[in-house]
């Protein structure tokens, strides 16, 4: 028979390289996990949503149909708050933190920040979509749980990962301890270890980037895009540009394949389009675990000081080499802001 590993064998064996561990984060992580293949389960039959309800909005046990963003918030919210281990959820659906108020998540440690699925423009058209997700611990000693808790630098990060939901659906996470994979086998409802200590190659040939707003970027941007068309045998260029719209999808084939992903400020998006705490964060977590770059096109981004919930950040994203090269090319031109923005 072959061998294989479940998430939940995996996350309890590296608990015992922490003797003094109590299994908080382990149980977490294990809620993400359920939450995970709820969600999957209903994204999977996204196109029949509106063949099993009534007249398009009721399903078949009457309940009202939802928009699937809104089905995975209170999905992974309901499993943390049953799981009992985190005191504060921040969700990209939700404005303000959700304070899991009840007699055993309120003294829970952990707090949470969720994108319960990223890239749901996707969904109607049956392309991958994701979950972002950050896990920290709770700095306030006393009382509930506040926003205070939740703005913490992205270096204060105790997990974070993501779930891919494309051909095979996959959970992809950190501890600060290497990246691991984990596909899930439909047929015995378990995510199994598929990706052990995931690399990201130090340099590539993919560049991701939404070029229909080429005109509205800064100018280092426009000239990095121009150096990846080029001719050059030396450097493999021309690059290949591959744009998937979920930034989820689109990272995890870079993690693999190697590439960068950008997503910078635009005239229309002057800080950019992706949130810090729930989307960047996360992400630049573990792509640095990884063995991959993620700033702002100068900075890096789990240095960047948090102010919003929903703080916004240019990204930059990917294998090394390739990370570093565009940052070049933003030091050269001298843009980073709005105002910066040179139309050419
Ligand atoms: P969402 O969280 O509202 O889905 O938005 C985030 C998504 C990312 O997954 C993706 O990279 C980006 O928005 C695409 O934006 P654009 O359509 O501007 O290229
Ligand atoms: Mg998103």
Redesign the pocket.
Known sequence: MPEFKTLGQFIIEKQADFPYAKGELSRLLRDIGIAAKIVNREVNKAGLMDILGNSGSINIQGESQQKLDIYANEQFISALRCGGECCIVAS?ENENIIPLNDVISQHAKYIVAI?P?????NIDVNVAVGTIFSIYHRVSQNGPATLEDVLQCGTQQVAAGYIIYGSSTMLVYTTGKGVNGFTLDPSIGEFCLSHPNMQIPKDGLIYSI?EG?YVHFPKGVKQYIKYCQVEDKATNRPYTSR?I????A?LHRNLIKGGIFI?PVTASAPNG??RLVY?CNPMAFVIEQAGGRATNGKDRILDLEVNKLHQRSPIFIGSEKMVMRAEAFMEEAGVLTFNDIVNL
Do not use: A, P
């Open positions: 990209e994108d699925l990223d890239g749901s423009s939404n707003n744009y719209g979920s930034m989820v689109d997503y389009k992706l989307e």
